[in-house]
């Protein structure tokens, strides 16, 4: 008797199982149809609001999660450089965007990067639409893209950080000489100064001058495009960094790199009234850059002729590679295909 028992629970057990997994599967395929229909809808009279924070990836995520809808938030990606610059372009001749709100965080994008966002904002302004910038800290990197803005806000308690630019070189030599260890280098050139480290106890007269060469250019520039910006010369710029004239961040305000110390709720007011918003118990109307990616017609297949992109990001390695490294195989089969794909005209 306690067979059959046993039997018939077994049975029951492995059809129980069988109608579990079946609900499992209706429920994911429901969660990829809604995230996979669904789009986020730009509000009317919105500002787009651009956090600036953290990496800017070079190249969009393929986020497995994203037909999850909400339920993929959790596992999201930042929006790429491409996504971004696309996204501000066509915020340029969208009705519904009234303007841009950057919230300027700790950024970790590279120099390059920065430019190229810098630039699209730049065209962006030639809407006539307004660019704002807030942070609670500011430093050169960050405020290198919050300068391009209309109007650039900083907290009344917050931080402003600008020195100027410096180069920082190791040298082991010492260390090595009480440890009796001798390098053997083969040096060819002057310039060639990437093994200087283990056998000197200083910077090379040739290595000074193209380290200070390239800072120079690179510090020159950087100056000159924020004095653009801010109506300034370039030599005010630099005299600013260099003499550290920016101590608090009344100093910001007073040498005009800011134009005013404030708190959130002042940002709140001032986007009230470029979007309209008569109601001031509510928040400020923003659409945020993630929404409006997703919410964006990426349909822009006019043309049997195309240029395929081919993404090269970080060191090349063998296989398949990753988002921080070039695999040789992917790559090389990505050029292959465009090449003989007929539809391809050139590759970037």
Same mark, same amino acid.
């Given at each position: 008797?306690?067979?059959?028992?046993?039997?018939?629970?077994?049975?029951?057990?492995?059809?129980?199982?069988? *109608?579990?997994?079946? =609900?499992?599967?209706?429920?994911?395929?429901?969660?990829?149809?809604?995230?996979?229909? &669904?789009?986020?809808? =730009?509000?009317?009279?919105?500002?787009?609001?651009?956090?600036?924070? $953290?990496e800017i990836p070079e190249k969009p995520d393929n986020n497995p999660f994203e037909a999850f809808g909400s339920l993929g938030d959790e596992f999201s990606s930042p929006v790429s450089l491409k996504e971004m610059l696309? @996204?501000?372009?066509?915020?340029?001749?969208?009705?519904?965007? #009234?303007g841009i709100y950057m919230e300027m965080g700790m950024l970790n994008a590279g120099l390059a990067t920065v430019e190229e966002v810098r630039n699209a904002l730049i065209d962006f302004r030639k809407s006539k639409k307004?660019?704002? %910038?807030?942070?609670?800290?500011?430093?050169?990197?960050?405020?290198?893209?919050?300068? =391009?803005?209309?109007?650039?806000?900083?907290?009344?308690?917050?931080? *402003?950080?600008?020195?100027?630019?410096?180069?920082?070189?190791? *040298?082991?030599? $010492?260390?090595?000489?009480?440890?009796?260890?001798?390098?053997?280098?083969?040096?060819?050139?002057?310039?060639?100064?990437?093994?200087?480290?283990?056998?000197?106890?200083?910077?090379?007269? @040739?290595?000074?001058?193209?380290? !200070?060469?390239?800072?120079?250019?690179? @510090? %020159? +520039?950087?100056?000159?495009?924020?004095?653009?910006?801010?109506?300034?010369?370039?030599?005010?710029? @630099?005299?600013?960094?260099?003499?550290?004239?920016?101590?608090?961040?009344?100093?910001?305000?007073?040498?005009?790199? =800011?134009?005013?110390?404030?708190?959130?709720?002042?940002?709140?007011?001032?986007?009230?009234?470029?979007?309209?918003? #008569?109601?001031?118990?509510?928040?400020?109307? *923003?659409?945020?850059?993630? +929404?409006?990616?997703s919410g964006m017609d990426n349909d822009t297949d006019v043309s049997p002729d195309k240029i395929a992109l081919i993404y090269a990001v970080g060191e090349i390695a063998g296989g398949q590679g990753d988002d921080n490294?070039?695999? &040789?195989?992917?790559? !090389?089969?990505?050029?292959?295909?465009?090449?003989?794909?007929?539809?391809?005209?050139?590759?970037?």
């Amino acid at each position: 008797m306690s067979f059959f028992k046993a039997l018939l629970a077994s049975i029951l057990g492995f059809f129980l199982s069988i *109608f579990l997994i079946f =609900v499992l599967f209706i429920a994911i395929g429901l969660a990829f149809a809604s995230g996979s229909k &669904s789009k986020s809808v =730009v509000t009317d009279s919105s500002m787009l609001k651009i956090e600036l924070s $953290g990496e800017i990836p070079e190249k969009p995520d393929n986020n497995p999660f994203e037909a999850f809808g909400s339920l993929g938030d959790e596992f999201s990606s930042p929006v790429s450089l491409k996504e971004m610059l696309e @996204a501000i372009h066509h915020a340029k001749t969208d009705d519904k965007i #009234k303007g841009i709100y950057m919230e300027m965080g700790m950024l970790n994008a590279g120099l390059a990067t920065v430019e190229e966002v810098r630039n699209a904002l730049i065209d962006f302004r030639k809407s006539k639409k307004p660019v704002l %910038a807030y942070s609670e800290f500011y430093n050169q990197k960050n405020y290198y893209l919050a300068s =391009v803005a209309d109007s650039v806000y900083l907290n009344d308690v917050g931080l *402003f950080t600008f020195a100027g630019f410096h180069s920082e070189q190791m *040298f082991l030599k $010492g260390a090595f000489d009480k440890l009796s260890i001798e390098p053997k280098l083969i040096r060819a050139g002057r310039y060639k100064s990437a093994g200087e480290m283990f056998v000197r106890e200083n910077m090379s007269e @040739a290595n000074r001058e193209q380290v !200070s060469s390239y800072i120079n250019s690179i @510090a %020159a +520039d950087f100056y000159n495009k924020i004095g653009q910006a801010r109506k300034l010369s370039g030599e005010d710029v @630099a005299k600013i960094a260099s003499e550290a004239y920016i101590r608090f961040p009344k100093d910001a305000v007073r040498y005009k790199l =800011v134009d005013r110390l404030c708190y959130y709720d002042h940002i709140i007011n001032v986007i009230n009234q470029i979007t309209k918003n #008569k109601d001031k118990r509510k928040e400020a109307r *923003f659409t945020s850059i993630d +929404d409006y990616v997703s919410g964006m017609d990426n349909d822009t297949d006019v043309s049997p002729d195309k240029i395929a992109l081919i993404y090269a990001v970080g060191e090349i390695a063998g296989g398949q590679g990753d988002d921080n490294s070039i695999g &040789s195989d992917k790559l !090389s089969e990505s050029i292959r295909k465009a090449r003989l794909d007929d539809k391809i005209k050139a590759i970037v």
